[in-house]
Nanobody
């Protein structure tokens, strides 16, 4: 079974940093794109970033602040989040994405091309 488990969220002050981790299993890591999306109350889902074969995509709202990386051996994907802002507050999920949706995943409204996603992790940024 495909599993994606996000962790690493928490409460941080504006300007601070957090690193999210996504543990994956049940699929061939190299065959897919893996990404992060977020959902805040009352807001649309937002594709934040994804990675496949070292190629990365970022939403405009996080470019220059967030960095996605992957570890093929551990089958882990990470999202380093720096210079956090209150508007980054959301539940963050990691997702398995069809490769052809890598670019559109980070566009407002998608399409996202997600196959699976796991439980999210809450990120709260205080002002």
């Amino acid at each position: 079974d495909v599993q994606l488990q996000a962790s690493g969220g928490g409460l941080v002050q504006a300007g601070g940093s957090l690193m999210l981790s996504c543990a994956t299993s049940g699929f061939t890591f190299d065959d897919e794109a893996i990404g992060w999306f977020r959902q805040a109350p009352g807001k649309e889902r937002e594709g934040v970033s994804n990675i496949a074969d070292g190629k990365t995509y970022y939403a405009d709202s996080v470019k220059g602040r967030f960095t996605i990386s992957g570890d093929k051996v551990k089958k882990m994907v990470y999202l380093q989040m720096n210079s956090l802002k209150p508007e980054d507050t959301a539940v963050y999920y990691c997702a398995l994405i069809s490769r052809e949706y890598g670019a559109t995943f980070v566009n407002p409204g998608g399409p996202y091309g997600m196959h699976y996603w796991g439980k999210g992790t809450q990120v709260t940024v205080s002002s």
